[in-house]
Nanobody
Framework: QVQLVESGGGLVQAGDSLRLSCAAS????????AGWFRQAPGKEREFVAA????????DYADSVKGRFTISRDSAKNTVYLQMNSLKPEDTALYYC???????WGLGYKSKNEYNYWGRGTQVTVSS
């Protein structure tokens, strides 16, 4: 079992940066694929980024490529999402998610493919 807790959200201006953190409990979190999703009011929850066990491979939504970076520190059981050049359209509730997979597993972009979820952290970007 894995429990996830997000932090780091806030209110920023367009062009600013934020770093989100996702702290995980559970001895085997290092063996889970980790991802970030976001949900804006009235919209579906959408994929943002994912990272494999070792952090050797990452995947991003087109809308955040070149601006967001996902990383993980297995010793701290924590996954990060560094968000640069934020835009008003990045405003959403950001969720951390995880699923069991092979060490090289990637390509899971549907919310239905993840088993574990945090409660989310709000990111608001003003113009």
């Amino acid at each position: 079992q894995v429990q996830l807790v997000e932090s780091g959200g806030g209110l920023v201006q367009a062009g600013d940066s934020l770093r989100l953190s996702c702290a995980a409990s559970g001895r085997t979190f290092s063996m889970y694929l980790a991802g970030w999703f976001r949900q804006a009011p009235g919209k579906e929850r959408e994929f943002v980024a994912a990272i494999t066990w070792t952090g050797s491979k990452t995947d991003y939504a087109d809308s955040v490529k070149g601006r967001f970076t996902i990383s993980r520190d297995s010793a701290k059981n924590t996954v990060y999402l560094q968000m640069n050049s934020l835009k008003p359209e990045d405003t959403a509730l950001y969720y951390c998610a995880a699923r069991e997979t092979s060490p090289w597993g990637l390509g899971y972009k549907s919310k239905n493919e993840y088993n574990y979820w945090g409660r989310g952290t709000q990111v608001t970007v003003s113009s």
